[in-house]
């Protein structure tokens, strides 16, 4: 592509050609991020995330914040520069080609699919502190019951409902949920410190930092164990409905960045007013941090608990309505996501292209919306409750993020001047310590998240290749091995880096005869720090080889020629 061509940023052919109707703005392009970062994480990951880290949480919270920030950052100018629909599923695809597009797609497409059902079973679980709806939810169990799925069901059903009316309707309804969801935290916090607040909680248990299997691991195991890294993940859904934005090139980065800072704010003080709020006598009883779990109606609904026993009966019934508006506002945008997220994997031909057909009168992509639920709901069965679920959520989430870092360094050697409404200061260097970031986190989700999600990604080659054999989509790539020859060694290595690590006791099919034993994994034969250290240099080795072999520019420039189209001979 010309630089000149290249400069003048996107034409209006460009814009048009998604097919999809641009209708949303700044507010609701942030709104739809912080709609997706406030949802079931704060109602149940400061209970997780005290569980396994103690009052120490609170610096988990702040440490997975600065990781997500630089993650977010490198997701703003990627936005900007390409405001594609399902864009954290294509921009791989435009710096490496199909292979690793493919690859860093499916992860992307798990995550949302995975999303939707993850907060319904929240609502689920969180209104099973009603009298009349308690048999939903086991609470010896941490599960659903049948009951309890059936209901979930449901809602994902009127999730698929709202999802079908349009695209205009769905950013204003999400608009109006998310102040809701934004300012009953807010809410809570405010209540709670001012009335029901006890800073001697904080050196409860034998002091601030909860030492039983060593105080940094069990901070590093709430990052992710705890819900941390779930809950503030969700910026990038503005860059996932970048195709249909009024104004993206402007829009998109101010929106990505202002709703990951507002997230990380309120979710720290949530931690700090949550650890304050809960009674001195209870942490008596339960005499550890773990010991919390042993209550069924905490784990079942851990504000509404708190609130409860300091009296605020008026707070507790505010909670349990935000208990399911809340997550609920947060499925139905992901669902939505998840639907866009497959339509720009079959836009880059991985994906056969019924996926990408928009309904005539709302250019809503019917089929998506339709499959991604049905995928979702298949997340029900073997991941019954939200603690149970949100590792693989998580796991999934960072992989798909991690593709983002290698991307922007690619693109800013291969096409340094296409114009770019933000662009990120010091991305040389943020840029690989947002892939390093990534890795940290999908290594502290542990050897069982991390084979669970490869066993994921072989299903998702298997469709792949399905697809292509029987032609299901005519735009088809070809397989860019070259560009990609990094991918497998990335993805094996992080794989023995977790097997050999200490996060993570079993693998997913770890319980089967003669191979238990070899399957068997995370159990500390690389100890802590040495680990990390293992896997930064492994981390910046993989990046820095990866932008080597980075498409060649005319590549790019076929790949991006629906976002930038060849000038128009005059």
Same mark, same amino acid.
């Given at each position: 592509?010309?630089?000149?061509?290249?400069?003048?940023?996107?034409?209006?052919?460009?814009?048009?050609?998604?097919?999809?109707?641009?209708?949303?703005?700044?507010?609701?392009?942030?709104?739809?991020?912080?709609?997706?970062?406030?949802?079931?994480?704060?109602?149940?990951?400061?209970?997780?995330?005290?569980?396994?880290?103690?009052?120490?949480?609170?610096?988990?919270?702040?440490?997975?914040?600065?990781?997500?920030?630089?993650?977010?950052?490198?997701?703003?100018?990627?936005?900007?520069?390409? /405001?594609?629909?399902?864009?954290?599923?294509?921009?791989?695809? &435009?710096?490496?080609?199909?292979?690793?597009?493919?690859?860093?797609?499916?992860?992307?497409?798990?995550?949302?699919?995975?999303?939707?059902?993850?907060?319904?079973?929240?609502?689920?679980?969180?209104?099973?502190?009603?009298?009349?709806?308690?048999?939903?939810?086991?609470?010896?169990?941490?599960?659903?019951?049948?009951?309890?799925?059936?209901?979930?069901?449901?809602?994902?059903?009127?999730?698929?409902?709202?999802? =079908?009316?349009?695209?205009?309707?769905?950013?204003?309804?999400?608009?109006?949920?998310?102040?809701?969801?934004?300012? +009953?935290?807010?809410?809570?916090?405010?209540?709670?410190?001012?009335?029901?607040?006890?800073?001697?909680?904080?050196? $409860?248990?034998?002091?601030?930092?909860?030492?039983?299997?060593?105080?940094?691991?069990?901070?590093?195991?709430?990052?992710?164990?705890?819900?941390?890294?779930?809950?503030?993940?969700?910026?990038?859904?503005?860059?996932?409905?970048?195709?249909?934005?009024?104004?993206?090139?402007?829009?998109?980065?101010?929106?990505?960045?202002?709703?990951?800072?507002?997230?990380?704010?309120?979710?720290?003080?949530?931690?700090?007013?949550?650890?304050?709020?809960?009674?001195?006598?209870? %942490?008596?009883?339960?005499?550890?941090?773990?010991?919390?779990?042993?209550?069924?109606?905490?784990?079942?609904?851990?504000? &509404?608990?708190?609130?409860?026993?300091?009296? =605020?009966?008026? %707070? $507790?019934?505010?909670?349990?309505?935000?208990?399911?508006?809340?997550?609920?506002?947060?499925?139905?945008?992901?669902?939505?996501?998840?639907? !866009?997220?497959?339509?720009?994997?079959?836009?880059?031909?991985? +994906?056969?292209? $019924?996926?990408?057909?928009?309904?005539?009168?709302?250019?809503?992509?019917?089929?998506?919306?339709?499959?991604?639920? +049905?995928?979702?709901?298949?997340? %029900?069965?073997?991941?019954?409750?939200?603690?149970?679920?949100?590792?693989?959520?998580?796991?999934?989430?960072?992989?798909? &993020?991690?593709?983002?870092?290698?991307?922007?360094?690619?693109?800013?050697?291969?096409?340094?001047?296409?114009? !770019?409404?933000?662009?990120?200061?010091?991305?040389?260097?943020?840029?690989?310590?947002?892939?390093?970031?990534?890795?940290?986190?999908?290594?502290?989700?542990?050897?069982?998240?991390?084979?669970? =999600?490869?066993?994921?990604?072989?299903?998702?080659?298997?469709?792949?290749?399905?697809?292509?054999?029987?032609?299901?989509? /005519?735009?088809?790539?070809?397989?860019?091995?070259?560009?990609?020859?990094?991918?497998?060694?990335?993805?094996?290595?992080?794989?023995?880096?977790?097997?050999?690590?200490?996060?993570?006791?079993?693998?997913?099919?770890?319980?089967?005869?003669?191979?238990?034993?070899?399957?068997?994994?995370?159990?500390?034969?690389?100890?802590?720090?040495?680990?990390?250290?293992?896997? $930064?240099?492994?981390?910046?080795?993989?990046?820095?080889?990866?932008?080597?072999?980075?498409?060649?520019?005319?590549?790019?420039?076929?790949?991006?020629?629906?976002?930038?189209?060849?000038?128009?001979?005059?």
């Amino acid at each position: 592509m010309a630089v000149g061509t290249a400069k003048r940023g996107l034409t209006e052919a460009g814009l048009g050609s998604e097919g999809l109707s641009r209708d949303v703005g700044l507010f609701s392009l942030m709104w739809a991020s912080e709609g997706s970062i406030i949802g079931s994480g704060w109602l149940f990951g400061a209970l997780g995330a005290l569980e396994l880290a103690g009052p120490a949480a609170v610096l988990a919270w702040a440490g997975a914040s600065v990781i997500v920030i630089l993650l977010a950052l490198v997701h703003a100018e990627l936005g900007g520069l390409f /405001p594609v629909t399902g864009g954290t599923s294509r921009f791989p695809h &435009y710096a490496f080609g199909s292979l690793a597009g493919g690859t860093f797609g499916w992860f992307a497409y798990i995550q949302a699919a995975s999303v939707a059902p993850i907060e319904v079973l929240a609502a689920v679980q969180y209104f099973s502190t009603v009298s009349w709806a308690s048999h939903w939810y086991n609470g010896s169990k941490g599960t659903l019951s049948g009951w309890g799925i059936l209901v979930a069901v449901a809602l994902m059903v009127i999730f698929v409902t709202l999802n =079908l009316v349009g695209v205009r309707w769905l950013a204003r309804a999400n608009s109006s949920l998310t102040t809701w969801k934004v300012l +009953i935290p807010v809410l809570t916090i405010v209540i709670l410190m001012l009335t029901h607040f006890h800073s001697s909680n904080f050196s $409860a248990d034998g002091g601030f930092f909860f030492s039983s299997g060593g105080a940094a691991k069990n901070i590093l195991k709430a990052v992710t164990g705890g819900g941390i890294v779930f809950s503030l993940l969700g910026f990038e859904q503005a860059v996932q409905l970048g195709g249909e934005s009024r104004n993206p090139q402007r829009d998109l980065p101010r929106a990505v960045i202002g709703s990951i800072i507002i997230g990380s704010l309120v979710y720290i003080l949530v931690q700090v007013a949550f650890i304050g709020g809960l009674k001195p006598s209870d %942490l008596i009883e339960y005499k550890t941090w773990p010991g919390l779990a042993k209550d069924s109606l905490l784990s079942a609904g851990p504000f &509404y608990t708190v609130a409860q026993i300091a009296g =605020l009966a008026w %707070l $507790a019934t505010v909670l349990r309505i935000d208990a399911v508006i809340s997550p609920s506002g947060t499925g139905l945008i992901y669902l939505t996501s998840a639907s !866009r997220i497959s339509y720009g994997l079959s836009r880059n031909g991985y +994906i056969p292209s $019924a996926f990408e057909r928009p309904a005539p009168k709302t250019k809503i992509p019917v089929f998506g919306v339709i499959f991604s639920s +049905i995928v979702g709901l298949l997340f %029900l069965l073997p991941f019954p409750s939200w603690g149970k679920l949100v590792g693989i959520v998580t796991g999934a989430s960072v992989l798909m &993020y991690a593709g983002a870092p290698l991307a922007l360094g690619a693109l800013r050697k291969s096409k340094p001047d296409l114009e !770019r409404s933000y662009r990120l200061p010091a991305g040389h260097i943020i840029s690989p310590l947002a892939f390093v970031g990534a890795n940290f986190i999908v290594y502290w989700a542990g050897w069982n998240t991390y084979s669970t =999600l490869m066993l994921v990604m072989l299903i998702g080659y298997a469709l792949m290749i399905i697809s292509a054999k029987l032609k299901l989509n /005519p735009n088809q790539p070809k397989v860019d091995w070259i560009a990609a020859k990094w991918i497998f060694p990335y993805l094996i290595g992080m794989g023995l880096i977790s097997y050999f690590g200490g996060f993570g006791q079993s693998g997913i099919i770890a319980g089967l005869g003669p191979f238990k034993n070899l399957l068997v994994g995370g159990n500390g034969d690389l100890p802590l720090w040495w680990d990390l250290l293992v896997l $930064a240099v492994f981390s910046l080795g993989i990046y820095f080889w990866a932008i080597q072999n980075r498409l060649p520019e005319a590549d790019v420039d076929r790949y991006v020629a629906d976002v930038y189209p060849p000038p128009v001979a005059e």
